[in-house]
Nanobody, 124 residues
Framework: QVQLAESGGGLVQAGGSLRLSCAAS????????MDWFRQAPGKEREFVAA????????YYADSVKGRFTISRDNAKNTVYLQMNSLNPEDTDVYYC?????????????????WGKGTLVTVSS
């Protein structure tokens, strides 16, 4: 059983940056591709970014492409989401997720494990 714990959320002004971290425990980190999703109250959880098990492949939602960067450190069992040029529309709870498929997957139903989320609030 894999446990995922996000951190790094908070309040930031529009145009600012945040880096989210997701620490994994209880499993073999390189067995999983990792994703970030986000969800606003009353809305469906939406895909943000994904990274393959080795970090060689990444994929982004169009809404964050060029502003967000996903990366992973397999030695530290951690995946990151660097978020730049934030705007109020990025305000959400951000979740990391792991899939045993190891390659880029963007659907919530394909995720095997989820963290509890971290809140990002971008003020205008």
């Amino acid at each position: 059983q894999v446990q995922l714990a996000e951190s790094g959320g908070g309040l930031v002004q529009a145009g600012g940056s945040l880096r989210l971290s997701c620490a994994a425990s209880g499993g073999t980190f390189t067995s999983y591709a990792m994703d970030w999703f986000r969800q606003a109250p009353g809305k469906e959880r939406e895909f943000v970014a994904a990274i393959s098990w080795g970090g060689g492949s990444t994929y982004y939602a169009d809404s964050v492409k060029g502003r967000f960067t996903i990366s992973r450190d397999n030695a530290k069992n951690t995946v990151y989401l660097q978020m730049n040029s934030l705007n109020p529309e990025d305000t959400d709870v951000y979740y990391c997720a792991a899939t045993i498929r190891r390659t880029i997957i963007t659907t919530t139903t394909a995720m095997n494990y989820w963290g509890k989320g971290t809140l990002v609030t971008v003020s205008s």
